[in-house]
């Protein structure tokens, strides 16, 4: 009897780490995140009434920010990633799960561009779906955006986290800093490329100018 008091310890263990790692998602319902910064009248839509974003603002899941020509916002999650919007954007909070140190969130970017960075060890599983593609990253910064001339979706790489983009058309994996690559409406995405870091820094301080 002695000899089988091992085995059973074992097992107990091996039960109790199962169950920890079975700990379900939940969805947030108090504050997702707060505005950092609001430059010009961003605004967001909640319980479809729409109000003016000011630094300090609460952001929820379910809202839906936007920015006009002459704004941009700049938003801190309770996960600790940062995501900041562009002028001329438009961008959803669908979904926002945590699981103790763990978070997991869905995004619709309808138009603009945005900027994801990470300010913490916290594990986010983010993706960002659009009109065109998906981009996917665990606790990986990357900049997507809508080319503003021609129906085409850019996607590049900030850190060397892996950045998934991919579409019914296909799918690529940006693994290193300024690996980048575009979807074309209708299309898969095309091979990644290597940018420079002075070409990947004018486009997203192109699509980040607010018109005059």
């Known amino acids: 009897m002695t000899s089988s008091l091992p085995l059973l310890l074992l097992i107990a263990v091996l039960a109790t780490s199962s169950c920890a790692q079975q700990t379900p998602f939940l969805p947030v319902t108090d504050a997702i995140g707060q505005v950092e910064l609001a430059d010009g009248l961003p605004s967001v839509t909640r319980n479809s009434r729409p109000y003016i974003l000011d630094e300090q603002s609460l952001v929820y899941a379910g809202d839906l920010l936007r920015t006009d020509e002459r704004s941009t916002l700049t938003i801190r999650l309770g996960s600790g990633s940062v995501i900041s919007l562009g002028p001329e954007t438009q961008l959803l909070?669908?979904?926002?799960?945590?699981?103790?140190?763990?978070?997991?969130?869905?995004?619709?970017?309808?138009?603009?561009?945005m900027h994801v960075s990470q300010r913490t060890s916290a594990d986010h599983e983010l993706t960002v779906r659009t009109r065109i593609a998906t981009a996917a990253s665990r606790s990986g910064a990357?900049?997507?955006?809508?080319?503003?001339?021609?129906?085409?979706?850019?996607?590049?790489?900030?850190?060397?986290?892996?950045?998934?983009?991919?579409?019914?058309?296909?799918?690529?994996?940006?693994?290193?800093?300024?690996?980048?690559?575009?979807?074309?409406?209708?299309?898969?995405p095309r091979a990644v490329t290597g940018w420079s870091e002075d070409r990947a820094s004018r486009t997203i301080d192109y699509y980040f100018q607010v018109q005059p």
């Open 93 to 113: 909070f669908t979904v926002v799960e945590q699981r103790e140190n763990e978070f997991r969130s869905i995004l619709s970017l309808t138009t603009g561009s």
């Open 142 to 188: 990357f900049w997507l955006g809508y080319d503003r001339n021609n129906p085409t979706l850019t996607v590049i790489a900030l850190g060397d986290r892996l950045v998934t983009v991919s579409n019914t058309d296909g799918e690529v994996e940006l693994n290193r800093l300024h690996d980048t690559t575009s979807v074309p409406a209708g299309a898969g």
